[in-house]
């Protein structure tokens, strides 16, 4: 059953729906649904814990192998800290986690076709998924787009639709084409949500329950986040985990709605003026589903940090340094920790999202190297 997060009105998961009648956000219920007998014999993707995502039970498992991405530690500015390979996907991101559940979702209603709006990360993962599940997929995105964040999605076979005139236009759009079809969004759909809780098991698994104090993330709309803070909530009912990790979200401070509502106690997001960022994959303004990210991160005793342009650029010079090639997004989880106290960054994990061979040549670009 989904619940809206605002008026509490409940619906059945067979309906293809994405919001409530009211406008709210929907959400599913916290349960301590994670039966381990089951896990040992599987393979290792996202698919082992299958029970957990509350998917109707029909549902296929549309899979490409995602999760179980490694972790490796490094020695940073004398302090050891440990990175989650999460740009090692099917897709080159780590939303193949929320994409395969979601899909999986889409093809057990019976939907043929489906719209999202995204420019980057998330438009090529849905049209992965899509191609796999045989569903007919349409990616809005604004017209100003650079042909280059497309080429992934439509060589997918994804239908890339662009629409004139700014961000918000191509959301009423989107919106239109939803009357017709099923609007799959990664910023509002709960089972996108549900499918980033594989993090959570994944690492309480692959440590073997030593988990970190603190964990990294870089904050856009915040599902990565929620859908962390809803893994380890799931692992604290069934018993399994005492104290979960404080989740730090971390935003550009050129975008910072998150950061300006957890500064000022809000329970929404705060209206902010943005500009440009490097970090592109997290430029959201206004993400719909703040109040439960907000609450994810005070509930795990966390907060949220915002990171400077520059401080973005040398964090991810320093990943690179290290060997690890990811867009420069991920880098700002980084510049988050390099932020925080001595004392605090010990025992922390940071979560490298994005993968760098989407961005070669704004990279090159970003480090002053000539192509
Ligand atoms: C989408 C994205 C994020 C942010 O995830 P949210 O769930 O929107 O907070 C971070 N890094 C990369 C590379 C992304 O594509
Ligand atoms: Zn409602």
Not at 176 to 189: C, D, E, P, R
Not at 267 to 286: H, K, M, N, W
Request: hydrophobic share 40%; glycine share 10%.
């Amino acid at each position: 059953m989904y619940s809206c997060y605002s008026c509490g009105k409940t619906y059945s998961l067979l309906e293809p729906r994405w919001r409530c009648d009211c406008g709210g956000f929907l959400t599913l219920p916290e349960e301590a649904t994670f039966p381990q007998e089951a896990f040992f014999n599987r393979g290792y993707s996202i698919w082992r814990y299958r029970e957990s995502y509350l998917l109707p039970s029909h549902a296929p498992s549309i899979s490409l192998g995602e999760g179980w991405t490694p972790i490796v530690t490094a020695k940073i500015a004398s302090v050891e800290v440990r990175f989650k390979l999460d740009y090692l996907m099917p897709s080159g991101s780590f939303k193949d986690r929320g994409s395969s559940v979601l899909v999986s979702l889409c093809k057990a209603l019976g939907i043929e076709e489906l719209v999202e709006d995204s420019s980057g990360n998330a438009g090529a993962s849905m049209a992965a998924y899509c191609a796999v599940a045989g569903i007919k997929c349409r990616i809005f995105a604004p017209a100003y787009t650079p042909e280059g964040k497309l080429i992934q999605t439509r060589l997918y076979g994804a239908e890339v639709v662009k629409i004139p005139g700014s961000r918000q236009d191509t959301n009423d759009a989107v919106l239109k084409a939803a009357a017709t079809t099923y609007y799959a969004s990664h910023l509002w759909n709960p089972y996108f949500v549900q499918g980033h809780m594989s993090a959570a098991f994944e690492l309480w698994e692959q440590l073997r329950g030593e988990l970190p104090r603190s964990l990294l993330v870089p904050l856009g709309s915040g599902g990565y986040l929620e859908g962390i803070y809803r893994g380890f909530r799931t692992l604290q009912l069934a018993g399994l985990v005492r104290t979960p990790p404080r989740l730090i979200g971390v935003q550009a401070q050129n975008c910072r709605p998150l950061y300006e509502a957890f500064l000022l106690g809000l329970d929404t997001g705060a209206p902010i003026e943005t500009q440009p960022t490097l970090a592109e994959g997290i430029a959201v303004s206004r993400p719909p589903r703040a109040s439960a990210v907000l609450e994810a991160v005070r509930r795990s005793g966390g907060t949220i940090l915002s990171v400077s342009e520059d401080s973005i650029q040398a964090a991810h010079a320093l990943l690179l340094r290290y060997g690890f090639y990811t867009e420069p997004t991920s880098a700002v989880a980084l510049a988050g920790w390099l932020q925080m106290p001595e004392e605090e960054r010990e025992n922390s994990m940071i979560l490298l999202t994005g993968h760098g061979l989407k961005e070669s040549e704004k990279i090159a670009q970003i480090h002053g190297v000539r192509v």
